[in-house]
T-cell receptor, first 110, second 118 residues
Framework: GDSVTQMEGPVTLSEEAFLTINCTYTATGYPSLFWYVQYPGEGLQLLLKATKADDKGSNKGFEATYRKETTSFHLEKGSVQVSDSAVYFCALPNDYKLSFGAGTTVTVRA | DTGVSQDPRHKITKRGQNVTFRCDPISEHNRLYWYRQTLGQGPEFLTYFQNEAQLEKSRLLSDRFSAERPKGSFSTLEIQRTEQGDSAMYLC????????????????FGAGSRLTVL
């Protein structure tokens, strides 16, 4: 079935550093792709999505571009803040549900 | 709308006991999902409902697990004879019916119910 493979963490950064988290997918056709974020003690929240190839999703300073040539959907942010410390999950649809990557824990130090 | 609510947020139980979790989805959402998340892993699909019908169950959902959504609104997930391996976060999500693949219908998650089996 369709699946995602996500860069393993954890990742520790200083404030204002550049963040990138790699995600590659295996899928039939071109399904939508998603990034979810889970802040400490909370549930998953949709961070951004891209619904077709070459689309760029963006939210809260994060961006990810749906690249069919490299089957990737890497998450990037140019200048992270302490409040970005969280676990980030790449996901794609699998029938009527979502399949998730293993998650990448990001810690941003002041 | 207050989003997806889950109760209890935390449950500590002894091995062999039964536990039940409740999920209240967003009111207009007719799809409801249960996922399990263990430490350091992404959420794993357990089961989903469309209205009151349970349409798919994962192989992860052993005979000790049962989920219901009797009136197509809230749902319960019961684990009988709990084992230490059941310790995990149990996540509920809801969405409108329609194609998830197209991105038109997004899953909204609750905060989860954390189970610890001693």
């Amino acid at each position: 079935g369709d699946s995602v493979t996500q860069m393993e963490g954890p990742v520790t950064l200083s404030e204002e550093a550049f963040l990138t988290i790699n995600c590659t997918y295996t899928a039939t056709g071109y399904p939508s792709l998603f990034w979810y974020v889970q802040y400490p003690g909370e549930g998953l929240q949709l961070l951004l999505k891209a619904t077709k190839a070459d689309d760029k999703g963006s939210n809260k300073g994060f961006e990810a571009t749906y690249r069919k040539e490299t089957t990737s959907f890497h998450l990037e942010k140019g200048s992270v803040q302490v409040s970005d410390s969280a676990v980030y999950f790449c996901a794609l649809p699998n029938d009527y549900k979502l399949s998730f990557g293993a998650g990448t824990t990001v810690t941003v130090r002041a | 709308d207050t989003g997806v609510s889950q109760d209890p947020r935390h449950k500590i139980t002894k091995r062999g006991q039964n536990v039940t979790f409740r999920c209240d989805p967003i009111s207009e959402h007719n799809r409801l999902y249960w996922y399990r998340q263990t430490l350091g892993q992404g959420p794993e699909f357990l089961t989903y409902f469309q209205n009151e019908a349970q349409l798919e169950k994962s192989r992860l959902l052993s005979d000790r697990f049962s989920a219901e959504r009797p009136k197509g609104s809230f749902s319960t997930l019961e684990i009988q004879r709990t084992e230490q391996g059941d310790s995990a976060m149990y996540l509920c999500a809801s969405s409108l019916a329609g194609r998830v693949r197209s991105g038109a219908n997004v899953l909204t998650f609750g905060a989860g119910s954390r189970l610890t089996v001693l």
